[in-house]
C-alpha cells in the first residue's frame, strides 16, 4: 500500500512539473540604443534541448513593459506548452510603437527586435529558426508593431497578427507619444504614411504572410481596424479577421491571445 502511494504520488509530482511553463527573464544588449533591456521567455513543461520549437513573440501595448503579458495573463504559460511554443515578451518601451525613430536615438526598436533579440533568442533557445515556424502578435500599440514589423521584414516571419491593433497611426495624432517618435503630422506627414500599417500592406502580396487580427466592436480602434480589413478585401489579401463584443482592456486580450496562438499553431511549418 505504502508503494502504491508513493508511486502516486511521483506520479503527480511528474504531471505537475510536465504542466510547468518555465518562465525566464532575460537581458539583452540593446546594440543600437547602448543599454541592456529586459525580455520574458516562457517555454513548455516539457521543454528539451533535444527538440527545436516554433518561437512567437509577443509586443505589449502603449506605456507597459516586457512583463505585462506574463504578469496579467498568465495563462500563456500554460498556452506555451499546449501549443509547444516558445514565447518570447520583449521590452518595446514606453512608447517606441516599435520603430526605429528617425528624431530620437534613445528609441530603437525595431533594431533592437530585429538584429538583437531574435539573434539571442535562436542562439540560447532550442528553436526552429526559419521564417515559416515564427511569428509575431500584440496588442494595441504592439499590434501595430507586429504587423509593421512583419511586413517589414517578410525573410523573417511567416505569421503576424493584432490584437486590438492602432494600425493606423494617423487615427492616434497627438497622442500616445507618435510624434515624439517620428515628428508632428503636420511637419512630417510622409513618416505618418510611411510607417502607418494602414498604409503598409498595399505592399503586400497575397500569402506573403499568415495574417490574423481583430479587434473588439466598443474598442476605439474598432473603425480602423475595420478598415484594415476592408482593404485587405479589396486588394485580395488573404487573412483571417475577427470582431467580437469587448473594449480595450485586458479582459479581451486574455481572450483573443488564444485564438492567436491557435491560428499560429494551424499556420506553422514545424
Known sequence: MKRLVFLFGCLLFFV?????????????????????????????????????????????????????WVNTVPSIKKLATQHQFILVCPDGGFSSWYMDSPIDSTYQYESYIINDLLPYIDKNY??????????????????????????????????AGSMSGGVDLHASNKKYDIAKRIGTMEAHPELWDSNSVMNMVDSLKNKALNIAFECGVSDFFYEINLAMHKRLLMLKIDHDYTERPGVHNWAYWANAIEYQLLFFDNNMKR
Do not use: C, E, W
Not at 525566464?24 to 513548455?44: G, Q, Y
Not at 511569428?135 to 516571419?157: K, V, W
Open 16 to 68: 505537475f512539473a510536465f504542466s510547468q511553463s518555465q518562465v525566464d527573464t532575460v537581458v539583452v544588449s540593446a546594440s543600437k540604443m547602448h543599454k541592456m533591456l529586459k525580455n520574458v521567455v516562457v517555454v513548455p513543461g516539457d521543454y528539451s534541448k533535444k527538440k527545436h520549437y516554433p518561437v512567437v513573440y509577443i509586443l505589449h501595448g502603449y506605456s507597459d513593459n516586457f512583463a505585462k
Open 126 to 159: 532550442a528553436t526552429i529558426p526559419n521564417r515559416q515556424a515564427r511569428a509575431i502578435t500584440g496588442l494595441s500599440m504592439g499590434g501595430h508593431g507586429s504587423m509593421y514589423l512583419a511586413i517589414r521584414h517578410q525573410d523573417l516571419f511567416a505569421n
